[in-house]
């Protein structure tokens, strides 16, 4: 029987009629009611109302006025790894590292995508990017959070305190999975060799089960280029997830910020296709923390004026976000009077943030102004006028998806702050497959953000640390380098006893 009454079925109709889309109910009827349970839940999790406001925000957006202003955000409102005096550093870190000592840090993954474009049906976090270990994008940023709750207990006044929340968002295809990946249960998206080496793992790679959480991202109904929802069954409505922006309502939605409430102060958000990320940094959380700001975040420094990437800025006297494609080529290719050479708008942006509690628990009905963009694409659908399915050979609606960083311009520049990081350090996206290769091996074009250039970042890292520590590496690795487990180094320190050592393993 299904759980749902007439009662609860007529409301929820009036409440999609109330708005204009009451024909997602026209096939309810002839559906089992398996079927009509399921799209009954489908459509209770959704606010119709809500979704034409986003709509019509999304279609509508309010005009700026006059000529937009974009100046680099000032200096007090940002500092750089790369020129910050070393006793600012150290005085971050440890700030950052009590904090963390005293149980008020929690990390929160965006790890919504598959792995798709890199020839994968699994969440990307399940990709292996061939390490010597083998080790899966989810199990290095576990580790490194295994290890920075070591270096904090070290120091920690309690270290059973020492203990840092992960909170990781997913979507709808990559919940479940995510969820047996963790267990080390078989995925049957992997390949067997993929299989056997989480099962040579440990479940939650090593860290206590509760303080790990897996929820869900929401979605939104795709919507007709005449403003109605569409089918995607008779059964079913036609959903894409909210983008990364949808973080905010989720937080809420999913009792992420009651479970953060009783202890945390501080968050650290990253994507999880970033294999250099640095989980829970100490120097950011100590520096964010320090400066008292709401919003946070990392940027790394633009390789040249040509390259296709946000910006960090100031916009009419507020932080901001502003697009390659936004900018005009003088001020794309302008340089910094204070430091010729470099550009002056530099600040390139990698969705790395630090938030407070205070601000991501105030946000309340806010989440729903963040401004949603437009996606015009191809959308199979079930045409409730002809009765069919539909697959279009051309865009035939809207997908609408919030941006994460949409809401820093809500902000007064003393309440957000910016750090410059170095990019061979802590930034190495994975976007793409590698190319194809030729009969010799070689690849046809240079990788670009693929597995390859993911797993050599980690190895030159690698090599950097250990002959920081002064150790000689000989170990004839193809690329160069060598593995260094987050286990075995957080961010280099630990190594001295590899001192005066030729080195001679794949990893260490």
Not at 389 to 414: R, T
Not at 438 to 450: I, M, N, V
């Amino acid at each position: 029987m299904p759980s749902f009454t007439p009662e609860k079925l007529k409301d929820l109709k009036a409440k999609y009629e109330a708005v204009g889309q009451g024909h997602v109910f026209k096939y309810f009827d002839s559906l089992n009611q398996t079927e009509q349970q399921a799209f009954f839940e489908q459509l209770d999790k959704i606010d119709p109302a809500r979704v034409q406001k986003l709509r019509d925000l999304a279609l509508n957006p309010p005009k700026e006025e006059g000529q937009a202003v974009v100046e680099p955000l000032p200096e007090s409102a940002s500092a750089s790894i790369i020129d910050s005096k070393p006793e600012d550093i150290e005085r971050w870190y440890n700030l950052g590292l009590e904090l963390i000592g005293k149980g008020e840090v929690a990390v929160v993954l965006l790890a919504g995508g598959q792995g798709t474009r890199l020839g994968s049906k699994a969440p990307k976090g399940c990709f292996d990017i061939k390490l010597p270990s083998h080790k899966s994008l989810f199990q290095i940023q576990a580790e490194r959070i295994k290890k920075i709750q070591q270096l904090a207990a070290q120091k920690a006044a309690d270290p059973s305190k020492a203990v840092i929340p992960w909170f990781i968002m997913t979507s709808g295809p990559t919940r479940g999975p995510t969820e047996k990946f963790f267990k080390k249960e078989k995925l049957d998206e992997l390949s067997d060799e993929e299989n056997a080496n989480r099962a040579k793992g440990e479940p939650y790679f090593g860290l206590e089960q509760k303080n790990v959480t897996i929820f869900e991202q929401g979605v939104l109904p795709c919507i007709t280029n005449e403003g109605k929802f569409m089918l995607a069954s008779k059964g079913k409505l036609a959903v894409a997830p909210d983008g990364n922006g949808g973080l905010y309502k989720a937080l809420q939605d999913e009792g992420v910020l009651e479970k953060m409430r009783p202890n945390i102060k501080h968050i650290h958000a990253y994507c999880v296709d970033n294999c250099l990320a640095k989980v829970a940094d100490p120097v950011f959380i100590g520096f964010a923390a320090e400066k008292k700001v709401k919003i946070a975040t990392k940027v790394v420094r633009k390789r040249d004026a040509k390259e296709s990437v946000g910006l960090i800025l100031q916009k009419n006297g507020k932080p901001d976000v502003v697009e390659y494609s936004e900018i005009d080529d003088a001020t794309r290719q302008a340089t910094d009077p204070k430091q010729p050479g470099l550009l002056k708008f530099r600040a390139a942006n990698i969705v790395n943030h630090y938030y407070s509690f205070g601000y991501l628990d105030s946000m309340g009905d806010a989440v729903d102004k963040l401004l949603p963009h437009v996606a015009k694409k191809k959308i199979p659908f079930f045409d409730t006028e002809k009765d069919e399915a539909v697959n279009p050979a051309s865009p035939n609606g809207i997908k609408l998806e919030q941006f994460v960083f949409d809401n820093f311009k809500w902000l007064n520049l003393n309440e957000f702050a910016c750090m410059e990081v170095k990019r061979e350090d802590e930034f190495s996206p994975l976007k793409n497959a590698d190319p194809a290769q030729k009969a010799d091996g070689s690849f046809e074009k240079q990788p670009e953000d693929s597995p390859t250039t993911s797993r050599k970042h980690i190895k030159e890292q690698g090599k950097r640390w250990v002959e920081a520590a002064g150790a000689t590496l000989k170990n004839g690795d193809v690329d160069g380098g060598i593995e260094v487990s987050p286990l075995t180094s957080y961010a280099g320190e630990g190594l001295d006893s590899y001192k005066g050592q030729t080195i001679e393993k794949a990893s260490i």
